[in-house]
């Protein structure tokens, strides 16, 4: 790992603390997360894993911002994110988070490069001009800059997403089943980048995946069930992962 990486591997780029979020009320009330607590280390590569319905979505989308809680708090880096306003929240999106989907979400009409580089267009700022190229080379796409998305394979949109959303550096990026769209060569590819993004660059990256070889290209795994944190696993591999899910599973058929 480079020194850069070291440094930002250290502190905690998101925080959960005692999370809950409960949609409806009455006999229709649902709870989504219920008391979860969870640290995410800068320059780590977390997945966040756990059954249909276990609030693994639900806890990515609070501690992104893009949806509320209804009791506890969340941070992201030195910023508390509960109780932002809208244009607070719009700031945060904008300049501390990164986010990669299934869907890719390009805009077709965009080249690669102009979809790379539209967050920092949308927000007046310019592309650090060193960062922007190791990104395009880690990617590998400096020949498909210039190519509209109907032009491109589908691992190669996933990068350009990818690159969308590093070139801003910021603090984490959210992964939303990034590779669910994807052959298992593209998705290899795709998650071999984010992987080498934090080892050499200190990125920090959180990951919602329901695939146990997705995972086990994480640093940790958390696992949830019922909107609660019930296991982890450092230095996962495929088959530790899959073991867990099963007993998971398992729990939840009783």
């Not at 603390?17 to 607590?37: F, H, I, N």
Request: charged share 20%; net charge neutral; aromatic share 6%.
């Amino acid at each position: 790992m480079t020194s850069q990486a070291v440094m930002s591997a250290t502190g905690i780029a998101a925080k959960a603390d005692a999370v809950w979020k409960v949609y409806g009320r009455g006999e229709a009330q649902v709870v989504a997360l219920g008391g979860v607590s969870v640290d995410l280390a800068r320059g780590e590569f977390t997945a966040i894993m756990g059954p249909s319905g276990s609030g693994k979505s639900t806890l990515m989308h609070c501690l992104a911002g893009l949806d509320t809680v209804t009791r506890g708090e969340v941070s992201i880096g030195d910023t508390k994110v509960t109780g932002l306003s809208d244009r607070g929240l719009t700031a945060l999106r904008r300049e501390k988070v990164g986010f990669i989907f299934q869907q890719f979400n390009l805009l077709p009409t965009l080249t690669a490069e102009e979809n790379i580089l539209l967050p920092l267009s949308i927000a007046g700022r310019k592309p650090d001009p060193t960062w922007y190229q190791t990104v395009i080379r880690t990617v590998g796409l400096a020949d498909r800059l210039r190519h509209k998305p109907t032009e491109l394979s589908g691992g190669q949109q996933q990068r350009v997403a990818c690159a969308r959303a590093l070139v801003s550096r910021p603090e984490v990026i959210f992964a939303d089943e990034p590779t669910g769209n994807l052959d298992s060569r593209s998705g290899a590819e795709v998650l071999g980048f984010l992987r080498d993004s934090v080892r050499e660059y200190g990125q920090t990256i959180v990951m919602v995946t329901h695939d146990p070889n997705a995972a086990s290209y994480a640093d940790r795994v958390i696992f949830l069930a019922d909107g609660k944190v019930v296991s982890e696993l450092r230095n996962p591999t495929a088959e530790a992962v899959l073991d867990t899910m099963k007993r998971l599973d398992g729990q939840g058929a009783r």
